[in-house]
């Protein structure tokens, strides 16, 4: 895989930016495997097997297969559980493709573009002129259109797109799937279908065939509690990111006819949010550079009995719109947020202990949409467009699981896991 995924960029001339003119100069064909805009680990895995798979089983293609992560390189530090797992099956990020790096439209237009669609099946509309070079869709939610005739369409309702992806290499020649291409899918079916639990109505018996199967054809596999733990734990990691980085990282934006407000899922403790260096200008640098009116914080963390909380901060320099938000938020009612006012060590930024740990975010939106006096029943102002963030599967969305996240370091636990195989006890020096 790490071989693949080095000549594949090596393929693109070794440029950050592909051009049109330089691909029709090599007059070669290049077949892109391409994820989702939210380029969360299924999108991500998805493209990255698939187009090792189509690469190795081509005959004697005259393409290149280059899998493309649909977002910014910069964007790729807040997928924390992406960037975990390609470090620990040794792919580099710097042999990445990412969206900005490769001209898709000039490709197209010189008539070098074939596109392949993992884990979605529908372009934005700013995308609507490649629609014509896609060649094969896989996704595992319902179709929304008809493909043109001679598109490959395989839209299957399983718990993770890698399912799809582990079922057609199955199909394949023996021999093809890697370890390291096997450890990805397997981790990432498990953490799609939040470790193959019923009770999170996520997965189905042909996740757990293809689980069983990875697990039987590479049985040094991690257990399946352990890569998950692991992966759920990446996921909530956010000590190597910058502020600006963890406001983006799950940030929603509601609108009204004046103002933008910003609601950012933070995973961390208020109290730890508060004491980063520097932060009141960072918010103010943030919300500015983005003309948002304010930002509401919503954290949420883990004592030692893995039991979640959640705080909340409200900031804005408008004290008008400040004590809007704060008021709509401490008497809502349906459902009540039982919030307790905490010490702001800024008379801009008011704070709260949220007593109703059960409030997530996605319930407290609409009590900030009517704050700003958003869409009621005959419709209005509609959410500002951002970049999807990372599916969380957690508290965020409120999985049946939420209950279950640990604090764990990811490396801690891959680490005692190889310990224990050695025979070292837990705890015993390295």
């Given at each position: 895989?790490?071989?693949?995924?080095?000549?594949?960029?090596?393929?693109?001339?070794?440029?950050?930016?592909?051009?049109?003119?330089?691909?029709?100069?090599?007059?070669?064909?290049?077949?892109?495997?391409?994820?989702?805009?939210?380029?969360?680990?299924?999108?991500?895995?998805?493209?990255?097997?698939?187009?090792?798979?189509?690469?190795?089983?081509?005959?004697?293609?005259?393409?290149?297969?280059?899998?493309?992560?649909?977002?910014?390189?910069?964007?790729?530090?807040?997928?924390?559980?992406?960037?975990?797992?390609?470090?620990?099956?040794?792919?580099?990020?710097?042999?990445?493709?990412?969206?900005?790096?490769?001209?898709?439209?000039?490709?197209?237009?010189?008539?070098?573009?074939?596109?392949?669609?993992?884990?979605?099946?529908?372009?934005?509309?700013?995308?609507?002129?490649?629609?014509?070079?896609?060649?094969?869709?896989?996704?595992?939610?319902?179709?929304?259109?008809?493909?043109?005739?001679?598109?490959?369409?395989?839209?299957?309702?399983?718990?993770?797109?890698?399912?799809?992806?582990?079922?057609?290499?199955?199909?394949?020649?023996?021999?093809?799937?890697?370890?390291?291409?096997?450890?990805?899918?397997?981790?990432?079916?498990?953490?799609?279908?939040?470790?193959?639990?019923?009770?999170?109505?996520?997965?189905?018996?042909?996740?757990?065939?293809?689980?069983?199967?990875?697990?039987?054809?590479?049985?040094?596999?991690?257990?399946?509690?352990?890569?998950?733990?692991?992966?759920?734990?990446?996921?909530?990691?956010?000590?190597?990111?910058?502020?600006?980085?963890?406001?983006?990282?799950?940030?929603?934006?509601?609108?009204?006819?004046e103002l933008l407000l910003a609601v950012s899922a933070i995973y961390v403790d208020l109290e730890t949010?508060?004491?980063?260096?520097?932060?009141?200008?960072?918010?103010?640098?943030?919300?500015?550079?983005?003309?948002?009116?304010?930002?509401?914080?919503?954290?949420?963390?883990?004592?030692?009995?893995?039991?979640?909380?959640?705080q909340l901060a409200v900031y804005s320099q408008r004290e008008t719109l400040r004590s809007a938000v704060?008021?709509?938020?401490?008497?809502?009612?349906?459902?009540?947020?039982?919030?307790?006012?905490?010490?702001?060590?800024?008379?801009?930024?008011?704070?709260?202990?949220?007593?109703?740990?059960?409030?997530?975010?996605?319930?407290?939106?609409?009590?900030?949409?009517?704050?700003?006096?958003?869409?009621?029943?005959?419709?209005?102002?509609?959410?500002?467009?951002?970049?999807?963030?990372?599916?969380?599967?957690?508290?965020?969305?409120?999985?049946?699981?939420?209950?279950?996240?640990?604090?764990?370091?990811?490396?801690?636990?891959?680490?005692?896991?190889?310990?224990?195989?050695?025979?070292?006890?837990?705890?015993?020096?390295?």
């Amino acid at each position: 895989m790490q071989r693949f995924v080095e000549g594949s960029r090596a393929a693109l001339q070794h440029q950050r930016i592909v051009t049109e003119q330089e691909n029709i100069r090599h007059h070669r064909e290049i077949h892109v495997v391409m994820g989702n805009e939210a380029c969360d680990l299924d999108s991500t895995v998805s493209a990255l097997a698939l187009a090792y798979f189509l690469a190795k089983t081509a005959p004697a293609p005259k393409a290149a297969f280059v899998p493309v992560l649909n977002i910014p390189r910069a964007d790729f530090a807040l997928r924390t559980e992406t960037t975990f797992l390609l470090r620990e099956q040794g792919v580099p990020a710097a042999a990445l493709v990412f969206r900005d790096e490769i001209d898709l439209g000039g490709l197209h237009r010189a008539g070098l573009l074939a596109l392949t669609l993992v884990d979605h099946h529908v372009l934005p509309g700013a995308d609507a002129a490649l629609e014509e070079a896609v060649v094969e869709v896989l996704d595992h939610r319902p179709l929304e259109r008809d493909r043109a005739p001679g598109c490959r369409v395989t839209a299957e309702p399983v718990g993770s797109c890698a399912t799809l992806v582990t079922e057609r290499i199955a199909q394949g020649p023996p021999g093809v799937l890697d370890g390291p291409t096997a450890a990805l899918l397997h981790g990432t079916i498990l953490l799609d279908c939040v470790n193959l639990s019923p009770a999170a109505g996520k997965v189905t018996p042909r996740d757990v065939a293809c689980v069983s199967l990875l697990e039987q054809r590479f049985p040094e596999l991690p257990a399946r509690d352990t890569i998950f733990q692991a992966l759920q734990a990446a996921k909530f990691d956010v000590s190597g990111l910058t502020t600006e980085q963890m406001l983006r990282k799950d940030l929603k934006v509601l609108s009204s006819d004046e103002l933008l407000l910003a609601v950012s899922a933070i995973y961390v403790d208020l109290e730890t949010f508060l004491r980063r260096p520097g932060l009141l200008p960072e918010l103010e640098g943030f919300c500015r550079a983005r003309g948002y009116a304010g930002l509401v914080a919503m954290t949420i963390s883990f004592n030692e009995r893995n039991e979640p909380a959640r705080q909340l901060a409200v900031y804005s320099q408008r004290e008008t719109l400040r004590s809007a938000v704060c008021r709509a938020l401490e008497e809502e009612t349906s459902p009540s947020l039982q919030l307790q006012p905490l010490a702001s060590p800024w008379p801009c930024v008011a704070t709260y202990a949220q007593g109703n740990a059960l409030a997530s975010r996605k319930k407290v939106l609409p009590v900030l949409r009517a704050a700003l006096g958003g869409p009621g029943p005959a419709g209005g102002p509609e959410d500002e467009v951002v970049p999807p963030p990372t599916p969380m599967n957690s508290l965020v969305e409120e999985c049946p699981l939420a209950q279950a996240v640990p604090p764990l370091c990811p490396q801690d636990v891959l680490e005692r896991v190889s310990r224990i195989a050695a025979g070292q006890p837990p705890g015993s020096p390295k």
